[in-house]
């Protein structure tokens, strides 16, 4: 059974930061290229970074750019999200996918998904 767990989320002040993290099971963590997406009530879920399966390749909606980074760490099948200068609008649930070898900005793609981790930025 794959497992994509995410935590670190949280209330944070406007400006503030958070680090998430998302661990996987199940998977050969490797393999897969991971995303970060997120959904705030009443919207879609929209794609915000994703990173190759090796590491070598980051992508950013142009919301976050400049403001987060997304990173992995294949020995410890995680993968992470910095959020830096955090605005009231980035306020959602934020979840984690795995998208074998890829790393795409389409959630179609994804193979699978975590369950979410609530952020919310106060103003």
């Known amino acids: 059974q794959v497992q994509l767990v995410e935590s670190g989320g949280g209330l944070v002040q406007a400006g503030g930061s958070l680090r998430l993290s998302c661990a996987a099971s199940?998977?050969?963590?490797?393999?897969?290229?991971m995303g970060w997406f997120r959904q705030a009530p009443g919207k879609e879920r929209e794609f915000v970074a994703a990173?190759?399966?090796?590491?070598?390749?980051?992508y950013y909606a142009d919301s976050v750019k400049g403001r987060f980074t997304i990173s992995r760490d294949n020995a410890k099948n995680t993968v992470y999200l910095q959020l830096n200068s955090l605005k009231p609008e980035d306020t959602a649930v934020y979840y984690c996918?795995?998208?074998?070898?890829?790393?795409?900005?389409?959630?179609?793609?994804?193979?699978?998904w975590g369950q979410g981790t609530q952020v919310t930025v106060s103003s």
């Open positions: 199940g998977l050969t963590f490797s393999r897969y290229g």
């Open positions: 990173i190759s399966w090796k590491g070598g390749s980051t």
């Open positions: 996918a795995a998208d074998l070898y890829l790393a795409t900005m389409d959630k179609s793609q994804y193979d699978y």
